[in-house]
């Protein structure tokens, strides 16, 4: 008989025994406290004594011992190290498996098959999360919840050995997800590289900008250069590590951003404002590709609400959209410079929208923008 007494947090883990960890950073520490939480035995190493101390002090784990004798082994180390501490664990414990949580797949692969390791205990894998602050100061348990994470077997790939490393993901709540390393490497670069670098670019735009203009920065500059804030020594060796699928992104996207500055030298020229609507047209149908919440490629409709500066408001907010049975899909907040209020950007599914604009409305509620305005 199942235990129906547990809530989805307290379910009890499908890893047992030991699982040791490999780097106490951002991942490796959030792994940590994720399994913690679920009563595994987590064992933790890592270079530097001070990040091993806070990670422990936080609750990610205890320290790894010489005697322990891990089932699992998640190696979460910078790119430029994933490859060798991967050979050092798997001469080091035999009886484990071995995965890794680095960002590129198929270069440590590479080095690994070149040194002539046995690769049978190593699946690699990926989780598709992360924040823009690392270290263990910055690890949560729950930055996993409905991520996707990347499982990379191959043909030697044992069953029970699959069964872990995606046992581990399931443990944290995240989707377990099959590719094979080249696969996940062009997919990254596409939806995760590719974006820091144009992001980073852009946010330098800014660095030089009049007082001036940044103070009609709004939602839109602040969406594109989220990400901008990530630390460089890390992307220099991500970025190192998968340069031809960034390469090749990058280059398609230098020609048709070239394509559009030279129709905006001369936007009269024929041909010219077609160029600018293919290329803002074809950025709508990319869009629409991306999956919405849960994974679902369902659409919804966005509108806007003012709210007061004060404190309470957006808990009133979301306690009447509860009251008019509105599901919110996606909230986005943005303050307006020198004015006592805020937009929040509510998106719901096309069916509720009249119901939750028209219910905000008779309850006071001021709707700043609707779709289509």
């Not at 990530?230 to 048709?256: H, K, M, T, Y």
């Not at 919405?292 to 509108?303: A, L």
């Given at each position: ?30 792994i ?8 595994v ?5 890592d ?19 010489e ?9 979460a180390?910078?790119p ?18 071995i995965?890794?949580v ?26 598709l ?8 100061i ?10 996707p ?7 030697e ?6 069964a ?12 377990p ?18 974006p ?15 007082d ?16 901008a ?7 220099v ?62 659409r ?20 009447e ?6 599901n919110?899909?996606?909230l ?17 599914t ?14 006071g ?9």
């Amino acid at each position: 008989m199942s235990d129906t007494s547990r809530t989805p947090n307290e379910r009890a883990a499908r890893l047992s025994g030991t699982i040791r960890i490999v780097g106490a950073g951002l991942l490796g520490a959030s792994i940590g406290h994720a399994l913690t939480a679920k009563g595994v035995d987590v064992a933790l190493a890592d270079t530097s004594p001070a990040q091993l101390r806070l990670a422990i002090d936080y609750g990610a784990g205890r320290a790894a011992r010489e005697d322990d004798a891990p089932s699992l082994v998640v190696v979460a180390v910078p790119p430029d190290v994933t490859a060798d501490v991967i050979e050092a664990e798997l001469a080091r414990f035999p009886d484990a498996v071995i995965t890794d949580v680095a960002s590129v797949k198929l270069e440590p692969l590479r080095v690994l098959r070149e040194r002539g390791v046995d690769l049978t205990r190593y699946i690699g894998s990926h989780p598709l999360a992360g924040r823009e602050r690392g270290g263990a100061i910055s690890a949560r348990a729950d930055i996993f919840i409905g991520r996707p994470w990347v499982v990379c077997r191959d043909e030697e790939t044992r069953a029970a050995d699959l069964a872990l490393v995606e046992g581990l993901a399931l443990d944290l709540e995240a989707m377990p997800l099959e590719m094979t390393p080249e696969e996940h490497d062009r997919a990254v670069a596409l939806t995760s590289h590719v974006p820091q670098v144009v992001a980073s670019l852009l946010a330098a735009r800014l660095a030089d900008a009049e007082d001036g203009s940044l103070r009609l920065a709004g939602q839109g500059v602040r969406d594109t250069t989220r990400i901008a804030a990530s630390a460089p020594e890390l992307w220099v060796q991500i970025l190192g590590a998968n340069a031809a699928p960034v390469v090749s992104v990058l280059d398609a996207l230098a020609a048709e951003l070239a394509e559009v500055a030279d129709a905006l030298r001369d936007p009269d020229r024929t041909g010219s404002r077609r160029t600018v609507a293919e290329a803002i047209r074809h950025g709508n149908e990319g869009v629409e590709r991306l999956p919405g919440k849960h994974g679902q490629n369902r659409r919804f409709e966005s509108f806007v609400v003012m709210i007061d500066d004060t404190a309470g408001q957006l808990g009133r907010l979301f306690g009447e959209l509860g009251e008019l049975e509105v599901n919110v899909e996606d909230l986005r907040l943005e303050h307006s410079p020198g004015a006592q209020f805020g937009l929040a950007e509510i998106s719901v599914t096309p069916a509720a929208l009249r119901g939750a604009v028209e219910g905000l409305e008779a309850r006071g509620w001021r709707i700043a923008s609707m779709p289509d305005d």
